[in-house]
Nanobody
């Protein structure tokens, strides 16, 4: 099995930036698709960004396009989410997820515990 650990969350003012990291352990995730999700208070968990195993294909939720960048370093078994031009509505717990490819497209098998991102105005 794979364990995922998010880090890098915190408090930032609107317009600022944060870089989230997702460190995988237990097994290599170099062949896995990876994703970021978030959940704000009172809302369902929603998709934010995804990246394929080689890092050549990325997807973004419309509200974060042009502001967020997902990337990966397979040598470090780590996935990143660079968040720029942050807005108060980006405030949420951010979760990292891994897709082993055994259940179909975008069916994520493993989830981290989340890291809090708070954007003040």
């Amino acid at each position: 099995q794979v364990q995922l650990a998010e880090s890098g969350g915190g408090l930032v003012q609107a317009g600022g930036s944060l870089r989230l990291s997702c460190a995988a352990s237990g097994r290599t995730v170099s062949s896995y698709d990876m994703g970021w999700f978030r959940q704000a208070p009172g809302k369902e968990r929603e998709f934010v960004a995804a990246i394929n195993w080689s890092g050549t294909i990325t997807y973004y939720e419309d509200s974060v396009k042009g502001r967020f960048t997902i990337s990966r370093d397979n040598a470090k078994n780590t996935v990143y989410l660079q968040m720029n031009s942050l807005k108060p509505e980006d405030t949420a717990v951010y979760y990292c997820a891994a897709d082993s490819g055994t259940r179909g497209p975008l069916e994520y098998d493993y989830w981290g515990q989340g890291t809090q991102v708070t954007v003040s105005s």
